[in-house]
C-alpha cells in the first residue's frame, strides 16, 4: 500500500481586536492606508514565523457585523 502525503493548505485568522474607523476601513478596501501597511506587517511576520510562504497570495477580506441591540447598549456604555 502506498501512502501519498499531501500538504493541505492551512488557513490563518488573524483578529486585529479593535474597532476601526470607516475611512480607514474604506482605505483598506481601496488597497491604501494605515490598515493595508498593518496588514502587510502581520503578513511579513507571519513569513517571518514560517506561517506563511512567502510565494503565498495575500488575500484580504473584509466583512463587517450584524449590529444587534446588545450591541447598541454596550456603544452607549463607551461614552461614558
Known sequence: ???????????????IGERQMPDEVQRL?????KL??????????????????????PVVFVVREHS???DEDDEDDDDN
Open 36 to 57: 493595508l501597511d498593518h496588514v502587510e506587517r502581520i503578513i511579513a511576520d507571519l513569513v517571518a514565523a514560517g506561517a506563511v510562504e512567502s510565494t503565498a497570495q
Open 1 to 15: 500500500m502506498e501512502t501519498v502525503l499531501t500538504k493541505e493548505p492551512q488557513v490563518v485568522v488573524v483578529d
Open 68 to 70: 444587534s441591540p446588545d
Open 29 to 33: 478596501r481601496n488597497g491604501q492606508g
